[in-house]
């Protein structure tokens, strides 16, 4: 089955940067559709990165220019890379996938489209 597992969370002074990590595992798919999603206490989930298995890729506007997504495909490793970090982007961040292409809901981003997702790693911006 598929698992999907992140790291590269912690805690960073405002201004630092951090790479978040997504291994994923049990899957052997051409068609993919993965995402980073984060939720701060009291909050809704909400779409961070999307990236569909044409290369197409969609960040968020609050992130855009200072977040990028990338997707190693050999490795099967999501990653994003976050510079210029602030206090708003305090939440846990979600590696999330599907075994099909994004389609619209590359676009869109929202946590219904995916149906598998990590456990979560913890950012902290201070």
């Known amino acids: 089955h598929v698992q999907l597992v992140e790291s590269g969370g912690g805690s960073v002074q405002a201004g630092g940067s951090l790479t978040l990590s997504c291994t994923a595992s049990?899957?052997?798919?051409?068609?993919?559709?993965m995402g980073w999603f984060r939720q701060a206490p009291g909050k809704e989930r909400e779409g961070v990165a999307a990236i569909d298995s044409d290369g197409s890729t969609r960040h968020a506007d609050s992130v855009k220019g200072r977040f990028i997504l990338s997707y190693d495909k050999d490795k099967n490793i999501l990653d994003l890379q976050m510079n210029s970090l602030n206090p708003e982007d305090s939440a846990k961040y979600y590696c999330a996938a599907n075994l099909y292409k994004c389609g619209p809901a590359l676009h869109d981003m929202s946590p219904i489209d995916y149906n598998y997702w990590g456990q979560g790693t913890q950012v902290t911006v201070s």
């Open positions: 049990g899957y052997n798919s051409r068609r993919y559709c």
